[in-house]
């Protein structure tokens, strides 16, 4: 699997890459000039192009040709201002305009309808001689009798130049054209299709070995530990140096577009060297520039896989080792003061030691040496007292000490709490936003900054197309976003539970249609399910209790007629026991019944629950008066703690008895006898807890889910009376008040915690 | 003697309850059905009846109904149901008391004699009532504070003085709820200590002697996490 990252591989790849990028770089900067010379535009080797490429390029110059392309823009300006109709006309403009020495040729010619040449009308600046002169515009326009003619311009090949720059711009051409003609382009072409694949692979395997397995991280070579900023500065010389020569490449040979430059000129300043060096040297230095980019765009990609990509950058450098001299003081000042807490708790543990009464403690030893049961609680009670005492005070000041810290560090923790609520209120504001808004606003934020950029670097029509094109991707992301967020709302409410929630598909369409479709149908076959559990999980409920209703009227018969046949004078002394057991067993039967209905009824929640506020202190004392015989049978001693006055939680109280009584039947029939039942009430964080502890009488070593199993109990426990129903219905009735009930088992300790709500006008109060 | 119209279509049951009835010295009447026992009851005098709910024919309820449109006799519903509603429904239709199956046949015949005793007993206790201003009467239960003496349906109970004076304190304040701390104030007339469950246990005596069963009273009703009272007019829930 991972073979494809093997280094030859990659190695080989890197080459193929550097060499497809030189093609790429070389055929395009030959793309670029033989457009701009007009040789890739299929015109043929002539002046003529040549001509017009340096006529384009605007007034000034040295040598002739530059003359000559000054006066012909001096003569397209009169014929434009006032264009001569008549000989006369063209008379007055011989007279104003009068070039020197000059081989521009204008002719004035009448033409017939076909367009074709009838005769001359004048000539300026010198004869027409056809097989010398090369037409370079000619414009038609409309003699005063109505007769159609035309102005002719051109250069008279015969009045010859010594003319360098001409030379060159045909070595130019031939190269480009040479080069373009041996498949340059095509190649190109595809050396860059090659080379986005290429480079988009090489990303992909950075950082990875050869022969890794799955768990192995990113491989950081030593240059992607460098800093990310030198990577920056890289980047920055190897921009520098590259604009330096391209912009002096493109001022010279390809600025036709951009530039009022005159081409002959520039010709005229790169004598030593020949074209094709020129534009070879420029392809190797956008090569160049590519490959570091390319570089520079790998570390980066290896970084942000290793996730090391912050502890490179330069404000790591700065902010970490800041964050860990304050880190560090902090830790400082922390240890500092727990030390002198702790000194102070001793101090004051000591001091109170000392008050306590000399004759208390052993000469020796200097303990509490107390002989009485009762004064001993008494010392012992004091001292923790006072020893709490104490604590509390140290904490006090511990408290106060922590105020007196300096102005900076309260001003900073100040502004430490500011920020801290700022950025939770963001990002608390971030979470709660629908995904429309924040969808929109990162969507937005993107295609803003591609908007401004757009519109500051183009010209008119790239700016227009830009606002245009921003616009409509807008649009775009608002349909996608508004489609989603409808999707995503369907999907939390069916993850809610909410199974009749439809996603309406109106407003839906496509691929997001499709999926609330899917979505619907989900809900719809899951409301089914649910509905069908339901329906049986009832239905089983209703049989059982039906089935012991029936079973109650034989049952009924069965105790009275066994407590008959217990009356009936005259019978052996077995058939009364036999009738003992008779009465034993059918009671337990009916216990059972009682039990079996109840366990259905609150493990189905089918059950009416009045929740209202219950003194659960109250509670307790009368679950506990209720079972106080059948405790003391058992030598069981009870053991109340009830913290606080009252603790009201939200519970239905006829409920919460009938857990209690489980429980506390449970402890009557499993409990050790002699050892002590613990009832604790303790309310914690608007919840209260009730813990009922007791020693079990067997070894408890089953885990507890199996304890809480219907009919699961330990064998030995078997032969003792009640249906093994009690804890599974406490439960039940627990969750149907909305408590939460645990169960724990610690060797022989067995423990039950009920938790419940606290009441909310009591929680106000506390 | 008293007549007890016994119904229920399951004959043993009718038979044993018979026997237990008879041996306290009623004299029975059997009926299988709702109708059956409508047509005893035209021709015979009936001081009480035992109905039972689910039954063909005519069920215990409409039986109850129709009884009612008649007499004024106590009836006594037997059934296999067990939900509230269902007691609801029987004891608004008319019957006195209830009784559910599986049930033990003494707690029958207690519920039978005391339901006989305030039937017959009602227009005596009333006269006896107006004369002797210390004394309140709920209910089957009466409490003489000059005696300081108990009376269920007319039989004697023995109390402690503690669980005498809880009873006072509730009965001379019918349906109003009184917790384990108030109890303990106005009766050892000193605050209660938080751990304590002494009111609870003295109430659970207290129950044991004036209730047929304690578990379901019928008088001194405990409000699970809030406290206890006495039941306003000591109706037969």
Known sequence: MKKRYQAGVKLLAALVLAVSLLVVSFGGVVTVYGLSIGALSGQSVTETGYVQTLAMCGPGGNGYYGQSIADMKDYYRYSNSDVPYENQQMTVLKSEYAPQRSNVRVRMVSVNSNGEMTGTLSTLGGDWVDENCILVSSTSYEQSNGQPARIDVGFDRAFSVEDDALGRYLTGYRFVHGVTSMGLLPGAAAAAVLSVLLGLYLLLAAGHRANETEQDGIRLRFFDRWPVILLGVLLLVAYCAFQLIWEGFNYTYTAPAYTTVDAAEVMVSYPAYGIDFLLTLTAVLIWAFVLVCFFVLRSLTVRIKAHRLWRTTLTFYICNPIYLFAKRKREQYHEQKTVQMVRSIEQAVDASFQETKPDERDKDTGFVLVLDGDKAKETVHGFAQKAQDAARQVADKARAFEWEGSGIQRVLGRVKSVCGYIWRSLCKMASSMSIMWTGMLWGGCIIAAFWIVGVASGSFEVGVFVTLLAIGSLVGLAWVLSQLSRLIEGAKHLSEGDLSYKIDTAHLHGPFRRNADMLNRISSGCAVEVERRMKSEHLKTELLTNVSHDIKTPLTSIINYVDLLKKTDPQPKEAREYADVLERQSNRLKKLLEDLIEASKASTGNITVELAPTDAAELLRQAVGEYSERLTAQSLETVLRIGGESCTITADGRLLWRVFDNLLGNVVKYAMPGTRVYLDLTEQGGQSSIVVKNISREALNIDTDELMERFVRGDASRATEGSGLGLSIARSLTECMGGRFELSVDGDLFKVTLRFPMHPHQKETT | ?237
């Open chain 2, 1 to 237: 003697m008293y007549t007890i119209l016994v119904c229920d279509d399951d004959r043993d049951i009718v038979a044993a309850l018979k026997i237990y009835l008879s041996a306290e010295g009623y004299e029975v009447l059997p009926a299988y059905t709702g109708k059956e026992a409508l047509d005893l009851l035209d021709e015979h005098t009936v001081h009480l009846a035992l109905m039972d709910i689910m039954m063909p024919v005519m069920d215990g309820i409409m039986a109850t109904a129709k009884l009612r449109e008649k007499t004024n006799i106590p009836i006594i519903l037997l059934t296999a149901k067990s939900e509230d509603t269902d007691k609801v429904l029987g004891l608004t239709i008319g019957a006195d008391d209830y009784v559910t199956k599986p049930f033990n046949p003494m707690e029958v015949v207690a519920r039978v004699k005391s339901q006989l005793r305030r039937y017959t007993m009602l227009g005596s206790l009333q006269a006896e009532q107006q004369k002797k201003p210390k004394v309140i009467t709920i209910g089957g239960v009466t409490l003489d504070d000059e005696s300081k003496s108990v009376t269920v349906d007319g039989d004697p109970v023995t109390l402690t003085p503690t669980e005498y004076s809880i009873l006072k304190l509730l009965m001379q304040n019918p349906g109003q709820v009184f917790s384990s701390a108030q109890i303990y104030a106005a009766v050892w007339k000193e605050d209660a200590y938080g751990n304590d469950s002494t009111v609870a246990v003295h109430i659970r005596h207290l129950r044991e002697k004036i209730e047929i069963t304690p578990a379901e009273p019928r008088y001194v009703k405990v409000v699970w996490g809030q406290g206890y009272k006495f039941e306003k007019g000591g109706a037969a829930t």
